[in-house]
């Protein structure tokens, strides 16, 4: 049982890995050619945000309770688009380190 719900996970994660828009995007932003745009690329968490919170207002003024998923899915993708600046600016600054040695050795 263990075993399947681990290949289920793993298989759930590839896929999201693959086919989804923001994750593709984060992956392209991770490569050493994107990690330039991590910092602007933290302005695209404002729409989400902006979408967690209407979604959230319509719940609360009585709305369907399915858009509580959304809420969370909003507010997850907000917070991996909010995260990649700083680490794409600590990433840039290990690759140019690693690029600087290279150029001296």
Same mark, same amino acid.
């Given at each position: 049982?263990?075993?399947?719900?681990?290949?289920?996970?793993?298989?759930?994660?590839? @896929?999201?890995?693959?086919?989804?828009?923001?994750?593709?995007?984060? /992956?392209?932003?991770?490569?050493?050619? &994107? +990690?330039?745009? %991590? #910092?602007?690329?933290?302005?695209?968490?404002?729409?989400? +945000? +902006?979408? $967690?919170?209407?979604?959230?207002?319509?719940?609360? /003024? &009585? %709305?369907? &309770?399915? +858009?509580?998923?959304? #809420?969370?899915?909003?507010?997850?993708?907000?917070?991996? @688009?909010? @995260?990649? %600046?700083?680490?794409?600016?600590?990433?840039? $600054?290990?690759?140019?380190?690693?690029?600087?040695? $290279?150029?001296?050795?």
């Amino acid at each position: 049982m263990i075993r399947l719900l681990w290949t289920l996970s793993v298989r759930t994660r590839a @896929f999201l890995r693959r086919y989804m828009p923001t994750n593709i995007l984060l /992956d392209k932003i991770r490569t050493r050619r &994107g +990690l330039k745009w %991590g #910092v602007p690329a933290m302005l695209i968490a404002i729409p989400y +945000l +902006l979408a $967690a919170a209407a979604c959230a207002a319509a719940v609360a /003024d &009585g %709305g369907a &309770g399915w +858009l509580n998923i959304l #809420v969370v899915l909003f507010l997850w993708t907000a917070a991996k @688009f909010a @995260f990649i %600046g700083p680490v794409s600016l600590i990433l840039l $600054a290990r690759t140019r380190l690693h690029e600087a040695r $290279a150029r001296r050795a």
